[in-house]
């Protein structure tokens, strides 16, 4: 069984600091790994996925996140925080190999706050 | 076009109420998910459709909890004999076809209160 784990609940940054979120995964197989963003009182948004086709993703709104094996990490990246990319950010794995083609765990969230 | 859309927005019910939430995917999309969101559990997936097969209803917390999706389109959630602990909101999501990396598109969400 697939699992995601997110470290910090909370991350907060200056208006054009690093903005970094933390993902780990553990698969049995080669994952699918996925970014969503949820802004307040409204659904997921996919940020970026992971289908093994490259390594390094890039997404909307600035954001990367790179797939790292030895490490079981997907962490998300954006160079420089603007007041707009504060949100919920979700890390997700697909449940390959399983019936539910796609059934998505996710992990705890990261509540990103953008300080002006 | 349209996105996935979910009615209603918020739900106010008394205990041991039953409720139904309705959720419209994007037109053409083949699958369809029901997540629940809760401040204890996080996302936790409920039921996967696709197609006419049969739906997957691992997720289910209890025997309360049921849904269909008539058609092949417009999908039913419904929760009968109501419990606080099942406060949360209600996501449902689509995808164009089958696959472990499709993007799932998701609604806004329904809300529910369980008083």
């Known amino acids: 069984a697939q699992s995601v784990t997110q470290l910090g609940s909370h991350v907060s940054v200056s208006e054009g600091a690093l903005v970094l979120l933390r993902c780990n995964y553990s698969?049995?197989?080669?994952?699918?790994l996925f970014w969503y963003v949820q802004y307040p009182n409204q659904g997921l948004q996919l940020l970026l996925k992971?289908?093994?086709?490259?390594?390094l993703v890039k997404g909307i709104n600035g954001f990367e996140a790179e797939f790292k094996k030895s490490e079981t990490s997907f962490h998300l990246t954006k160079p420089s925080a603007h007041m707009s990319d504060a949100a919920e950010y979700f890390c997700?794995?697909?449940?390959?190999?399983?019936?539910?083609?796609?059934?998505?765990?996710f992990g705890q969230g990261t509540i990103l706050t953008v300080h002006p | 076009g349209a996105g996935v859309s979910q009615s209603p927005s918020n739900k106010v019910t008394e205990k041991g109420k039953d409720v139904e939430l309705r959720c419209d995917p994007i037109s053409g999309h083949t699958a369809l998910y029901w997540y629940r969101q809760s401040l204890g559990q996080g996302l936790e997936f409920l039921i996967y459709f696709q197609g006419n097969s049969a739906p997957d209803k691992s997720g289910l917390p209890s025997d309360r909890f049921s849904a269909e999706r008539t058609g092949g389109s417009v999908s039913t959630l419904t929760i009968q004999r109501t419990q606080q602990e099942d406060s949360a909101v209600y996501l449902c999501?689509?995808?164009?076809?089958?696959?472990?990396?499709?993007?799932?598109?998701f609604g806004p969400g329904t809300r529910l209160l369980v008083l």
């Open positions: 997700a794995v697909s449940d390959a190999g399983g019936t539910s083609y796609g059934k998505l765990t």
């Open positions: 698969s049995s197989v080669p994952p699918y």
């Open positions: 992971y289908t093994s086709a490259a390594t």
């Open positions: 999501a689509s995808t164009q076809d089958r696959g472990f990396s499709e993007t799932q598109y």
